[in-house]
């Protein structure tokens, strides 16, 4: 992981093997500023989303300042993924109490996907019903007996937005909670199979994901990072 200024937080821990940069912030500082195009997407917005569209956008570009791109606009494009500047792959994630931003040289990630929870269980025990196949629910039952402690139902939560992220950049599809199985480790990782047809990269049909995970500083943080080239990632 490339140094920028704030990254010592959940998922710069995380991500400190791969070669992104991570800007990570537990407050809206005061200098958070946007550009005109993006002041008129949160013209309407409550002062709860508009402080995290800035923040988030104000880690992104301290991120991007660090691999040479300069200041621009990141405006929401198709169903809401951020448009990044030429040359530069990234991902957003913000949650009460934490916003940050991991961007990378397209020439060295291929698609990469960052989320951030509360780090505890999920409030409506409904959603996991939602989220979670049968097969997924048992494992989190045997996790949690084995694991107390760790919210797992938050974690597979996580992982599926890290999931999605990873994914949309690379096909332009919706993929549904349902789409993809995960696999949480008790060592930090997981594994996330796609159950609909992949992405092709470089002539190959990517069907699992490999990701990581942390629970820390009270925030559950999930990423998934595809270097260019790596066969691994496409098993």
């Not at 500023?33 to 992104?60: D, G, I, M, S, Y």
């Amino acid at each position: 992981m490339r140094q920028a200024p704030g990254s010592s937080g959940p998922l710069a821990s995380l991500l400190s093997a791969v070669p992104v940069t991570v800007v990570e912030t537990h407050d809206d500082p005061a200098d958070a500023v946007l550009f005109p195009e993006e002041e008129a997407v949160v013209a309407n917005a409550v002062a709860k989303r508009r402080n995290e569209f800035t923040t988030v956008r104000h880690c992104a570009r301290a991120a991007l300042k660090s691999i040479g791109v300069p200041p621009a606009p990141i405006l929401p494009g198709q169903r809401g993924a951020p448009r990044w500047p030429a040359g530069v792959v990234g991902s957003m994630t913000h949650c009460a109490g934490y916003r940050a931003a991991v961007v990378a040289r397209a020439d060295e990630v291929t698609s990469l996907g960052v989320d951030a929870e509360p780090g505890e269980p999920l409030r409506d025990p409904d959603v996991l019903g939602l989220i979670a196949d049968e097969t997924e629910r048992a494992a989190l039952a045997g996790l949690g007996a084995r694991h107390p402690g760790t919210p797992w139902d938050r974690l597979l939560f996580s992982a599926k937005e890290s999931v999605y992220k990873t994914w949309f950049p690379l096909t332009g599809r919706w993929l549904g909670f349902e789409g993809a199985r995960v696999e949480l480790d008790p060592d930090g990782t997981f594994t996330a199979r796609l159950l609909v047809e992949g992405p092709v990269v470089e002539g190959v049909e990517l069907k699992v994901f490999s990701g990581q995970w942390i629970v820390r500083d009270g925030i559950a943080a999930t990423a998934i990072v595809l270097p260019l080239g790596t066969p691994a990632v496409r098993s």
